[in-house]
């Protein structure tokens, strides 16, 4: 058995797997690219339901790894903090907190102070239905009654047009169900989705390639043998569909 080390997927390595992914190629197809099994790309697909993340972008009011690095310079040459947030044109109480969460004086670094801010930023936004479990219950007592994602977003839209938080898209409703780890929707309730399906897949995808939706053994209308040309007009009729 071909042994392969472990791999560690750079931001651009998952970023193809996404566009490949979205444009409908398979599992397996996308892990040759990388030489590796269809699990190992499965695992990264999976985390999030089929379904790609967002680009994660910094705030535009976080510090930056520049003015970071411009405090820790400040705070090895002695400067107090009201001239490092004045050199910055930052409030004094925004350096005060960047330098207590990091260690203090001492122990300041600006590129590890910068990687745990990015670090903390990961932390996830709770989706609506987790909030609301008036509306979590609304949508999972639907689902269970085999109504579609789509029929319940249009009829909470109707029955709630003037409140915006008695109301959800159906996108949020799929992803809620296919990304457990947003805990609003059980797993259960995905048995009631039309396509049985525990992941997105792509508007693009084709079953050509598996094998299904196809006809095996097809023969072409040009190859009809000439015994057709005899059959009666306007029908040939065949003796065991005929009743007596």
Known sequence: MKYRPRNRYTA?????????WQKGDSLAS?????????????????ETGGIRPPERKRS?????LSEREE??????TGCSIRSIARSLGRSPSTISRELSRNGGRRRYRATRADQAAWQRSRRPKPCKLAANRGLSHRVARKLQQQWSPEQIAGWLKRIYPDDENARVSHETIYRTLFVQARGALKKELLQHLRSKRTMRRSRHKTLKGEGLGQITNTVSIRERPASVEDRAVPGHWEGDLVFG
């Open 30 to 46: 996308i892990a040759r690219l990388f030489d590796r099994e269809h699990s190992s790309i499965e695992r990264i697909i999976r």
């Open 12 to 20: 651009a390595d998952r970023a193809l797997m996404w566009d490949r």
């Open 60 to 64: 535009r009011l976080s510090l930056s």
């Open 71 to 76: 405090i820790s310079r400040g705070v090895a």
